[in-house]
């Protein structure tokens, strides 16, 4: 199935494991200008790097599906609060967005077309079958272009005020050799907003995950991932389902 603001792959099934990548195309619609140099589109501040294609493998696999986003984040940023102005983003990690530079109507326009339809969608695709586990799947550029630090970490866990999954998945990370964050590179009490709507408000067990995007920027790496984090989110639904 697919939407101008979603794209759902795979069957979801009664207990299985939904993946949802808010971050997961770099699509501009036509009619779109954002104003930006078109290699932008290839970096972080446009899509996360990787989860499309690790999210549509695991889709594969029997009791998985995949939920993404169908547009760039520059174009309409679902893992945001409807009322902030980074819902529709000015600048990104240095990088002026002037097409984005709406008045009221335009704005409100951007969030009738994407925004909405796609938190709708994927709110009924939850109630329509409700998975064991949700896992959300994002990535993170190994340095922003704004600071001089280095991010480490293999993988990121991330959640705000829910952390059962969290705390199962953390140790199975670690056993795999990884060097694991937990809230980091930063935390999901911060940044979990779409979580946080469709998981902690109804107390559904969800996984937030962040990968290097060096490590799944090819499709050994993508392949690699979409193995562990299968395996790994089965053992997280089974664990907290006891």
């Given at each position: 199935?697919?939407?101008?603001?979603?794209?759902?792959?795979?069957?979801?099934?009664?207990?299985g494991?939904?993946?949802?990548?808010?971050?997961?195309?770099?699509?501009?619609?036509?009619?779109?200008d954002?104003?930006?140099?078109?290699?932008?589109?290839?970096?972080?501040?446009?899509?996360?790097?990787?989860?499309?294609?690790?999210?549509?493998?695991?889709?594969?696999?029997?009791?998985?599906?995949?939920?993404?986003?169908?547009?760039?984040?520059?174009?309409?940023?679902?893992?945001?609060?409807?009322?902030?102005?980074?819902v529709v983003?000015?600048?990104?990690?240095?990088?002026?967005?002037?097409?984005?530079?709406?008045?009221?109507?335009g704005?409100?326009?951007?969030?009738?077309?994407?925004f909405?339809?796609?938190?709708?969608?994927?709110?009924?695709t939850?109630?329509?079958?409700?998975?064991?586990?949700?896992?959300s799947?994002?990535?993170?550029t190994?340095?922003?272009?704004?600071?001089?630090?280095?991010?480490?970490?293999?993988?990121?866990?991330?959640y705000n005020?829910?952390?059962?999954?969290?705390?199962?998945?953390?140790?199975?990370?670690?056993?795999?050799?990884?060097?694991?964050g937990?809230?980091?590179?930063y935390?999901?009490?911060?940044?979990n907003?779409?979580?946080?709507?469709?998981?902690?408000?109804?107390?559904?067990p969800?996984?937030?995950?962040?990968?290097?995007?060096?490590?799944?920027?090819?499709a050994?790496?993508?392949?690699?991932?979409?193995?562990?984090?299968w395996?790994?989110?089965?053992?997280?639904?089974?664990?907290i389902?006891?």
């Amino acid at each position: 199935m697919e939407h101008d603001a979603f794209r759902l792959i795979g069957t979801p099934r009664f207990g299985g494991i939904l993946v949802v990548s808010d971050h997961a195309s770099n699509r501009v619609p036509a009619d779109i200008d954002l104003g930006i140099a078109l290699e932008i589109l290839t970096q972080h501040v446009a899509i996360d790097i990787g989860v499309g294609p690790i999210g549509a493998a695991m889709a594969q696999r029997p009791g998985v599906a995949a939920f993404q986003g169908n547009v760039s984040r520059l174009v309409c940023d679902f893992n945001r609060d409807e009322h902030l102005p980074t819902v529709v983003p000015i600048a990104s990690d240095g990088h002026a967005v002037p097409g984005n530079a709406l008045d009221h109507a335009g704005h409100e326009a951007r969030l009738a077309r994407f925004f909405r339809p796609y938190h709708d969608a994927l709110a009924a695709t939850i109630e329509a079958a409700p998975p064991a586990l949700i896992l959300s799947l994002h990535s993170f550029t190994p340095r922003l272009a704004t600071s001089e630090h280095p991010r480490p970490w293999h993988v990121g866990v991330l959640y705000n005020e829910d952390e059962r999954a969290a705390r199962v998945a953390i140790p199975l990370l670690e056993a795999e050799g990884l060097i694991v964050g937990d809230q980091q590179p930063y935390s999901g009490k911060l940044l979990n907003a779409t979580m946080n709507r469709h998981a902690e408000a109804d107390g559904r067990p969800y996984l937030g995950i962040e990968i290097r995007q060096d490590l799944i920027g090819h499709a050994e790496g993508q392949a690699e991932w979409a193995e562990r984090l299968w395996r790994i989110a089965n053992r997280v639904a089974i664990a907290i389902d006891e």
